[in-house]
């Protein structure tokens, strides 16, 4: 079995910074694409960004571009992001997604795991 758990979500201030983790345990397929996702009271979840396994290449969405940054730890399987100079509007749940490939009987194909999520309020 897969898990993936987030964590170091809580209240910032606005203008403050916030670093959450989230880290993947349990049978060791090799992970492909990591990736942050926020979902606002409200609204649809929306990618936040990610980074690809091998060769640490990372995409954002343009509300993060310049204040968000994302990083791994291949050796601890965790994945973080730092976020800067947040806004009120980056309130959300934030969810963690690992996608693992999987090599079944000689078959590869890629399959998703998602964390339960860690709440970021940024509020005064």
């Known amino acids: 079995q897969v898990q993936v758990v987030e964590s170091g979500g809580g209240l910032v201030q606005p203008g403050g910074s916030l670093r959450i983790s989230c880290a993947v345990f349990?049978?060791?397929?090799?992970?492909?694409?990591m990736g942050w996702y926020r979902q606002a009271p409200g609204k649809q979840r929306e990618l936040v960004a990610t980074?690809?396994?091998?060769?640490?290449?990372?995409y954002y969405a343009d509300f993060g571009k310049g204040r968000f940054t994302i990083s791994r730890d291949n050796a601890k399987r965790e994945v973080y992001l730092q976020m800067d100079s947040l806004k009120p509007e980056d309130t959300a749940v934030y969810y963690c997604?690992?996608?693992?490939?999987?090599?079944?009987?000689?078959?590869?194909?890629?399959?998703?795991?998602w964390g339960q999520g860690t709440s970021v309020t940024v509020s005064s």
């Open positions: 349990g049978i060791n397929f090799p992970i492909y694409v």
């Open positions: 980074i690809t396994w091998s060769d640490g290449s990372t």
């Open positions: 997604k690992a996608s693992l490939i999987i090599i079944d009987y000689g078959n590869k194909r890629v399959d998703e795991y």
